[in-house]
């Protein structure tokens, strides 16, 4: 704005803005995006002027945050003598908020408070507190309305926070094509010529994670399937105020099926699924992955080349299915559209095995009511036809399975006998056998005198026992018959847990079609135990029971009574072991305290067991302790009996008369008597005896280091026999106590570990002796159980010593 008449034409030029002339037909110019510049410069000259004035506009600006206090100052040109001086906002509407004269000050708002001091200095500063928004705009002063718009004041700029943005874009964007997502906010700054200023940033996320690359209000994506996952927002910010989050949105990309999926997935071999005629397939569910979804259905085709619809018509999902053998195949088409679609298809190798025609001579044998006749010394030619997929064995067997003629890959047998016999006479059968199917028979006659041959089965373990781990693997090996040999890729067991690796070999046993089946099943978990069956090429061939090994169980009914001179009876019943060879702990406990008796084997599950303990002290009471153990550990109960063990003599003087009391006391002086003479004799023999024994076993000794060892050819005088007793156990009752084990580093020792059982009730007394625990025994050294050891014979002195030992000693 500058002084002249407004109907003149000036020349105006603004220094950093335009450099060039411009002609304007005013006596002011609107200078726009002011507010970016501290201060403006024009140069403005009047049409009959010959030089340019010079006007200099400072531009003043505030920025503040809502809720600060803005404290606003400008120096005026004067202050009114009279009058008042007034303080304009300028924003959307211009109003007066402050009037100032010599001794008094008028605002419009609490908010606002006036400073200058004194009241008419020219040096205008006043306060806004806690400032909004509506506060923002130009602030300035004068004595009439116009001034509001001169120059000299100050503009107030408050930032906000721009609006909650919206996303635009299309959302359906096929695969491989390129998806534009725009932000779109605004600003809520004021003054709003500082809003139009303002250029927003803008920030976009993925799934709440913030993309560092992605900066402008458009986002460009190359669609892929792993886009229908993601979540996209944005935010907008002006300086460091930012928007809250846009809503999300989802990016639907649209494809094809590459590929059809079956659940469950069909076992094939050589790309086909291997079924029996009559059987039943599925259910199976087809998927396909595209977008929108494919619509699908399920089709067969037969022998013929026909492709139809199964029935009823299915969807996604094939209802089970019979097979025939005139169904090659099942397929499942996903449809996209007319030009677009995908097929799974199961190929089937349908297996049938029909019953065997048998032909004598080229004449159908109808059946075996009646033998056909033939006379000796005829050509017979027997012939079997079988209809099968696969190509079957087929076998002519004779009387009890005794095979006379076979044939291997082919759907015809013949078999000529050159020159009938007696001994052709029998039952004839055509048998046809293929892996997958019972083996099918036609059986006929020949009445031409004959005698039949029988085979032996073979032994099967079919319970097995066994702890549970990651490492643990139960071997179960089973015989099995075949020809051609089974095939270990046709071997397959079914158990309590799906889909468990177990691993199978086939080794052959001493004849061509016999085999063995060895297999490894692990035990993982309790999940594991239970019955398992061996599967060949879809048939089922025998089940075992795998059970688990466990903690004993206490022992059950223990009693014990006392007998005779201070012994004790004890008897239990054996509970059920948990799977390993169990044995008893016997304890006696006295207090807390608790001292070992005896280890005492195990009968077995649900026999009675028998120990005698003693001699023990009289009148006293025993308290018995008994668990059961096995290798994995103890029962975790233990049972307990008690007996008081009474005197004798305390009990006949308890029942006894008081009238014969004298008799008692003298027969009593006389046993005690003949007890102690008795005592004392024992002792005089015990010791004779042991002097014997210790002077006899230096001689041995002294025989034993003389002897450097027995030539080639010749049996040592002395052979030491130990006994190895690894398990330190002790039986009672059905088995005697082991003897203690003692170990020889000498070479000429013989390891043996032995059990010599003492059965009352075993009635053969010709049965071969029995070594227990051969199956497990400790392996130090080969034993040649053939051998038995020389007598070793006592020479004169060693008779001499022992005589006169005797003689001392009465």
């Given amino acids: 704005m500058w002084n002249g008449k407004s109907s003149d034409s000036y020349s105006v030029a603004i220094h950093g803005l335009s450099e060039k002339v411009f002609q304007v037909n005013d006596t002011q110019h609107t200078v726009k995006n002011a507010i970016n510049y501290k201060s403006i410069m024009l140069d403005v000259k009047a049409k009959d002027d010959k030089s340019y004035s010079r006007i200099i506009y400072n531009v003043s600006k505030i920025e503040l945050k809502e809720g600060d206090n803005a404290t606003i100052f400008w120096s005026a040109p004067y202050f009114p003598t009279t009058g008042a001086y007034t303080i304009y906002h300028t924003n959307k509407a211009n109003r007066s908020i402050i009037q100032v004269n010599s001794n008094n000050v008028t605002t419009q708002n609490r908010k606002y408070e006036y400073l200058s001091q004194p009241l008419n200095s020219t040096n205008i500063t006043f306060v806004i507190r806690n400032i909004t928004l509506d506060d923002a705009g130009y602030y300035a002063g004068g004595i009439k309305a116009e001034d509001a ?81 993601n979540n996209y927002t944005c935010k907008a910010m002006d300086q460091q105020l930012e928007s809250y989050h846009s809503n999300p949105v989802q990016i639907n990309p649209l494809y094809k099926p590459d590929i059809v999926l079956i659940n469950p997935v069909p076992k094939v071999e050589n790309g086909k699924l291997t079924v029996k005629e009559g059987e039943i397939i599925g259910p199976y569910n087809c998927s396909a992955d595209c977008n929108p979804p494919c619509e699908f259905k399920w089709r067969y085709n037969d022998s013929a080349g026909n492709i139809q619809d199964v029935s009823p018509p299915s969807k996604a999902a094939l209802n089970p299915q019979i097979v025939t053998r005139n169904i090659t195949e099942f397929r499942c088409v996903a449809i996209y559209n007319e030009n677009d679609r995908e097929r799974y298809i199961i190929d089937l190798n349908v297996q049938y095995l029909d019953k065997p025609l048998a032909y004598i001579n080229g004449e159908q044998v109808q059946g075996h ?77 020949l009445n031409v005198t004959c005698n039949t041959r029988i085979d032996n089965s073979t032994p099967i373990k079919t319970l097995y026992g066994s702890m549970s781990g990651n490492d643990v693997n139960v071997h179960v090996s089973l015989p099995v018959m075949g020809n051609p040999p089974p095939q270990e890729s046709m071997i397959m067991w079914f158990g309590p847990v799906k889909n468990v690796n177990i691993t199978s070999t086939v080794s052959q046993q001493d004849v061509p079609y016999k085999h063995w089946i060895n297999s490894s099943i692990p035990i993982i978990n309790q999940d594991y135990y239970g019955n398992y069956t061996l599967n060949y090429n879809g048939t089922d061939i025998i089940s075992v029971i795998i059970i688990t090994e466990d903690v004993p169980r206490p022992p059950m009914n223990f009693t014990g009574y006392a007998y005779g001179n201070g012994y004790v009876n004890l008897t239990w019943v054996s509970g059920f072991n948990g799977g390993p060879e169990e044995y008893f702990l016997l304890y006696t406990r006295l207090g807390s305290n608790l001292t070992q008796v005896r280890n005492i084997s195990d009968p077995g599950e649900g026999k009675l067991v028998n120990f005698n303990h003693g001699p023990l002290n009289m009148d006293g009471e025993y308290c018995y302790v008994l668990k059961s153990c096995n290798r994995i550990n103890c029962s975790a109960q233990t049972v307990e009996t008690k007996v008081t063990i009474h005197s004798q003599t305390t009990t006949a003087l308890n029942e006894t008369h008081s009238s014969s009391i004298s008799l008692t006391n003298n027969m009593l002086i006389v046993i005690i008597g003949v007890s102690v003479a008795t005592a004392i004799l024992a002792v005089v023999i015990a010791v004779c005896l042991t002097k014997y024994f210790l002077k006899r076993k230096k001689t041995q000794r002294r025989r034993e280091i003389a002897q450097v060892g027995p030539t080639e050819g010749n049996e040592p005088d002395i052979v030491i026999y130990t006994v190895v007793d690894k398990t330190k156990k002790f039986n009672a009752g059905f088995i005697s106590d082991y003897s203690p084990a003692s170990k020889e580093e000498s070479k000429r020792v013989v390891y043996i570990q032995v059990d010599f059982s003492n059965k009352s009730d075993d009635k053969d007394t010709n049965r071969r002796p029995q070594i227990h625990g051969e199956e497990n025994r400790t392996e130090y050294t080969f034993v040649d159980f053939s051998k038995k050891a020389p007598p070793i014979q006592q020479d004169d002195e060693e008779q001499g010593h022992f005589s006169s030992f005797i003689e001392n000693c009465t």
């Fill in 149 to 229: 718009w001169s120059g000299g004041g100050v503009v107030l700029i408050v930032p906000g926070i721009p609006l909650t943005p919206n996303i635009n874009g299309s959302l359906n964007i096929p695969v491989g094509n390129l998806s534009q997502l725009t932000c779109l906010s605004k600003t809520t700054s004021a003054p709003d010529y500082y809003a139009k200023l303002v250029n927003l940033s803008y920030t976009w996320f993925v799934n709440g994670t913030k993309m560092d690359k992605e900066k402008g209000h458009t986002l460009e994506l190359n669609v892929t399937k792993d886009h229908k996952d």
């Fill in 369 to 445: 009511d009646s033998a056909f006749p033939m006379s000796e010394a005829e050509i017979v030619n027997l012939s079997c036809y079988v209809n099968s997929n696969p190509v079957p064995q087929i076998k002519l067997t004779k009387g009890v399975a005794v095979t006379i003629s076979e044939e291997k890959n082919n759907d015809w047998l013949n078999h000529t006998i050159e020159s009938s016999q007696c001994s052709d006479t029998g039952t004839y059968k055509c048998m046809g056998l293929s892996t997958s199917f019972n083996n099918t028979e036609n059986t006929f006659g």
